[in-house]
């Protein structure tokens, strides 16, 4: 079955960085677009970043913008999420997810994708 697995949260200060990834398993990963969201506690699941399957075209929330930057590599089925310049809002449980399979257009819907990873908790302190 597929299974995505998050790992590398944790706590660090306001202004540091942090990386996440997530392993994928049992899915032609290369033929599924690719993204990252997060929830912060009392809130709804948020877009952050996504890269898509053909090209490895990268695109993200306004509130990631040039600070974060997803990537993927294929051959390992893996995909990463680099955030630096953290903030305090940035606090959330990290979700690594993939859908939109062969998709041509930016998948910013967390109900277009089909799989999802169990979650890695990103704590900001100020």
């Not at 597929?2 to 990963?29: D, K, P, R, Y």
């Not at 699941?45 to 993200?60: I, L, P, T």
């Not at 994708?113 to 704590?123: A, E, F, H, I």
Request: proline letters at 2%; a positive charge; aromatic letters at 14%.
């Amino acid at each position: 079955q597929v299974q995505l697995v998050e790992s590398g949260g944790g706590l660090v200060q306001a202004g540091g960085s942090l990386s996440v990834s997530c392993a994928a398993s049992g899915l032609t990963f290369s033929t599924y677009t690719m993204g990252w969201f997060r929830q912060a506690p009392g809130k709804e699941r948020e877009f952050v970043a996504g890269v898509s399957w053909s090209d490895g075209k990268s695109y993200y929330a306004d509130s990631a913008k040039g600070r974060f930057t997803i990537s993927r590599d294929n051959a390992k089925k893996m995909v990463y999420l680099q955030m630096n310049s953290l903030k305090p809002e940035d606090t959330a449980v990290y979700y690594c997810a993939a859908g939109a399979r062969y998709s041509n257009y930016e998948v910013r819907i967390s109900s277009e994708y089909n799989y999802w990873g169990q979650g890695t908790q990103v704590t900001v302190s100020s």
